[in-house]
């Protein structure tokens, strides 16, 4: 069966400190990888997503990056964290060849800013 | 842009009543339709999903919800909540003639059931 593994669970970083969320994947191959910002009441923000190794397809501009070194590994990074980017991050997956576009999330990485 | 708009932030019933949230979006295309719920302490998951046939859709816990197409809604209902279903939900889409291979969520409901 597919498991989606995300760590740190919880971080508190100072402000202009780098940042690095992991997200892994396994028991899949080729999935779509999603990195989600949830804060209260305003639901959950696209961040990125990848359809392959390499592809990062960014949402919104931003202090934040992501990578996709390895086919089932998705991270999220930043050189210089803002108070702003405090919240709650989630990894999610699809199958890579599906199209209904039903995600699997992760369990999720809250993330405070001093 | 496309978007999704839940009007209800935060609802409060007592068990036993009927439950019924909100869920409209922009965009005049094909879409899939779901709902998620988070439950205190847990991860999301799905709790019921439209692709196609019947508009009418039912999911885990004794959910439904139905998709109106000329309203451009999909709201989800449940005849007789519990204290267990205090959660938030969140309804989202997939505009499926955009290229854009992502989910677009609303901004959620947060539902407190009172025993």
């Known amino acids: 069966s597919q498991t989606i593994h995300q760590w740190p669970a919880t971080l508190v970083q100072p402000v202009g400190s780098p940042l690095s969320l992991e997200c892994t994947v396994e028991g899949t191959s080729n999935p779509n990888l999603y990195w989600y910002r949830q804060a209260a009441g305003r639901g959950l923000q696209l961040l990125f997503y990848?359809?392959?190794?390499?592809?990062i397809s960014s949402e919104v501009p931003q202090n934040l990056s992501a990578s996709r070194p390895q086919d089932r590994q998705f991270i999220l990074s930043s050189k210089k964290l803002l108070l702003s980017d405090s919240g709650f991050y989630l990894c999610a997956w699809v199958p890579g060849q599906g199209v209904t576009g039903e995600l699997f999330f992760g369990e999720g990485s809250r993330l405070t800013v001093l | 842009a496309q978007s999704v708009s839940q009007h209800n932030h935060h609802v409060i019933l007592s068990e036993a009543a009927s439950l019924e949230l909100g869920c409209n979006y922009s965009?005049?295309?094909?879409?899939?339709l779901f709902w998620y719920v988070q439950y205190p302490g847990q991860h999301l998951q799905l709790l019921l999903k439209?692709?196609?046939?019947?508009?009418l859709v039912k999911g885990i816990k004794g959910f439904e919800a139905e998709f109106i197409k000329s309203k451009f809604s999909f709201n989800l209902r449940k005849p007789s909540v519990q204290w267990s279903d205090t959660a938030e939900y969140f309804c989202?889409?997939?505009?499926?003639?955009?290229?854009?291979?992502?989910?677009?969520f609303g901004s959620g409901t947060r539902l407190q059931v009172q025993p």
């Open positions: 989202a889409v997939n505009f499926m003639d955009t290229g854009r291979r992502a989910l677009t």
């Open positions: 965009y005049g295309g094909t879409v899939n």
């Open positions: 439209y692709f196609s046939g019947d508009p």
């Open positions: 990848s359809v392959g190794i390499g592809q």
